[in-house]
């Protein structure tokens, strides 16, 4: 008997010793004795001024957005991100799974997958959180496409670096279904739209209370990325995205909705802390609705300098078209400036000249974002 | 026909060859040099970061993904200097390279670790890693851990060259141990000498050399120094009679000016990583250079 106890002592000893030998664990498996995922929280207070009389959200400060997530693994490659968000939206705050997926991160060489509600891999910003963007506010080639939040559907993606390129060259595929959005409608009226031909036709049109455009219903993604380390330090980046879908108010419009996009951005690092960061989206919507087809363009271009560890300073071009009938053109130039505590805490000041259809605006940002916890998201 | 055969011949030597060499991706230049020296020419070596940057951040990026995507083995410094290498392999999907998986090694496994926090951890103690200090490779005798634990990864990757890589690992060990014995005899003039460092990096080589730290240009790891700090290190400085203050290159000057500045101290910038300067290529070169410059610095103390 003292001989087994004595064996099962030296076994577990070892078993100890090997436990010690292996090293940190990585992100998501710091598993504590009570087996807890990683925990964090966020927050993103916002104030926001405006000389647009008619914005109902000027001149406030506030919580914009509380997040929290829960990250582990659930099993060997295989890994758990839940994260869930109170946002503002129109004044209220409204609770959502921001993010729920199961991502497979060794299907087969080169392949992994991610089930769940997850956000787009879309061109370079519509998955980042909110935290995470460089600036204050998206492009808005991206909320008049989009919406105002990020593009997030519920389904699955494949994604696979191919073998065979000397570089890094990640194709993937996603089908998702979409919420549409929900909206009372106010009114009718005609509008022109324009055709697949150049010409315009006079169509009855309906006036939402809510005034996002966004794909919603069955929809497919797919995109394509390639890296290339240009020079020492110095990093290329291309990709093109596409979408196929229905628009978020189709049983009234009965619009299919496609929308194609290409990004470039180049980063340099000069030194341990400078960077510099030119990154372009350019995006196309069509929407073929009975009466006709539209054609929408936008695009941004968003040049980034990090001066050291702790300053990065930006400056944003948009173009963007709106998604509705009713064509109408808005151009920004936005500068913005921010100051990072930690990883996950900064604060920043944005200013923004907006030209909408010939209006315009200015607004300002001040923003301080905060983060508890280990939190942890996919490269980006 | 005989050219075609002689051109696939000489492709299945190429391929032949290119197969038979271990390909190791590093996160730091000096594990990438401890795994040249243990490996030899059964490897090939590469560094995700290189020498004169800041191990805590660097940004994981796409081309990094695809040198892990071909690699047999990753090398990190673990403790949590290095996470980004964690988005880094999940994005690679190389089954080899995950966690626990036959070419994953984490150098810092098993070295003894300094600055361990107790208890409550938060960001109020500014950057602070939860494992311990990461900074264990500024200790030259921890090296033998790092190289030991790379040494048995290459062992699980090509067990038949075994023999070979046991051989490199005690010809490292070797001239370790001729070169520690040279920068003891060296540093031992300055033991109990006080310096301010500007990061909590040094404190294995102030143990391991008898250096006494006395304080740090930052006033908590990760966070900027502000006035009331810096007055308050010239004022221990000076009663203190601190006329050293070691900083790695990377780091800005103006705090450590600052305070060379108002008690006449030297700022010693040292390279802590290989390639980190001009004159520091391998990871001796590290010890070699710093130990050199507090030489210069300090004098007959």
């Not at chain 2, 040279?182 to 003039?189: E, F, K, L």
Request: aromatic share 10%; net charge negative; proline share 5%.
């Amino acid at each position: 008997m003292r001989k087994i106890i004595a064996i099962a002592l030296v076994f577990g000893a070892c078993g100890l010793a090997a436990a010690q030998e292996a090293g940190t664990p990585p992100q998501g498996m710091r598993g504590t004795a009570a087996n807890l995922p990683d925990i964090s929280a966020l927050a993103n207070i916002t104030g926001y001024l405006s000389d647009d009389k008619n914005d109902s959200a000027r001149n406030e400060l506030g919580v914009n957005e509380v997040e929290t997530a829960f990250q582990g693994y659930i099993y060997p490659e295989m890994r758990a991100d839940i994260i869930l968000a109170i946002h503002k939206h129109d004044g209220e705050y409204e609770s959502e799974i921001c993010e729920a997926k199961a991502s497979f991160l060794n299907l087969a060489p080169g392949l992994s997958g991610e089930l769940g509600k997850i956000h787009l891999d879309f061109g370079r910003i519509n998955k980042l959180h909110t935290h995470h963007l460089p600036m204050v506010d998206k492009p808005a080639v991206l909320t008049n496409f989009f919406g105002d939040h990020e593009l997030a559907g519920q389904g699955g993606t494949l994604k696979y670096l191919l073998p065979f390129m000397p570089f890094y060259t990640q194709l993937q595929a996603g089908a998702w279904t979409m919420a549409a959005h929900e909206h009372g409608v106010t009114a009718d009226y005609p509008e022109d739209v324009l055709t697949i031909t150049g010409s315009t036709v006079s169509v009855p049109s309906l006036v939402h209370a809510d005034e996002d455009f966004s794909p919603a219903g069955k929809t497919y993604t797919a995109r394509l990325n390639s890296s290339f380390e240009v020079a020492d330090k110095t990093e290329l980046e291309l990709g093109v995205s596409g979408l196929k879908g229905r628009g978020a108010h189709y049983e009234e419009h009965k619009d299919n909705v496609e929308v194609t996009g290409a990004d470039l951005t180049l980063r340099l690092w000069p030194s341990a802390y400078k960077r510099f960061t030119f990154q372009n989206e350019w995006m196309h919507l069509k929407r073929v609705v009975p009466a006709g087809t539209l054609h929408r363009d936008g695009f941004y271009s968003f040049l980034n300098y990090r001066a050291d560890k702790y300053w990065d300073f930006g400056a944003r071009f948009d173009y963007a078209e709106g998604a509705w009938p009713t064509i109408s053109y808005e151009r920004a130039l936005s500068a913005m400036v921010t100051r990072h505590l930690t990883e996950t805490s900064y604060w920043r000041l944005q200013y923004k000249h907006r030209n909408l259809d010939g209006e315009n605006v200015n607004e300002g940002w001040v923003q301080v974002s905060f983060g508890i916890g280990p939190h942890s998201h996919e490269l980006e | 026909m005989k050219i075609i055969i002689l051109t696939a011949a000489a492709l299945a030597c190429w391929a032949g060859a290119a197969r038979a060499e271990i390909k190791v991706v590093t996160a730091s230049s000096d594990l990438k040099y401890i795994c040249e020296r243990v490996g030899g020419a059964e490897v090939k070596a590469e560094s995700l970061a290189s020498g004169d940057q800041d191990l805590h951040m660097v940004e994981p990026r796409p081309s990094l993904v695809y040198k892990l995507k071909k690699a047999d083995l990753v090398v990190r410094v673990g403790l949590d200097l290095d996470m980004w290498v964690d988005s880094l392999i999940n994005a690679a999907r190389n089954k080899r390279l995950f966690y626990g998986k036959e070419g994953y090694v984490d150098a810092s496994a098993g070295v003894p670790l300094l600055e361990k926090p107790e208890g409550k951890v938060d960001a109020s103690m500014g950057d602070i890693h939860i494992y311990g200090n990461p900074h264990y490779w500024l200790d030259p005798a921890n090296s033998k851990i790092m190289a030991a634990n790379i040494l048995a990864g290459f062992k699980r990757a090509a067990p038949d060259k075994a023999g070979v890589f046991e051989a490199n690992y005690a010809a490292f060990v070797r001239e370790l141990d001729e070169k520690m014995a040279g920068w003891q005899a060296r540093m031992a003039r300055y033991k109990g000498l006080k310096v301010i460092t500007y990061h909590s990096s040094w404190p294995y080589f102030a143990r391991r050399f008898g250096l006494d730290v006395a304080g740090h240009v930052e006033p908590k790891p990760g966070i900027p120094p502000t006035a009331a700090h810096l007055d308050g290190l010239v004022k221990k400085m000076k009663a203190e009679n601190i006329k050293v203050i070691l900083t790695e290159s990377y780091y800005p000057r103006r705090g450590p000016d600052f305070l060379a500045g108002k008690t006449g101290a030297v700022v010693v910038p040292a390279a802590v990583s290989a390639g980190g300067a001009r004159d520091v290529k391998t990871y001796f070169d590290v010890f070699d250079r710093v130990i050199e410059d507090l030489e210069k610095s300090a004098g007959n103390k």
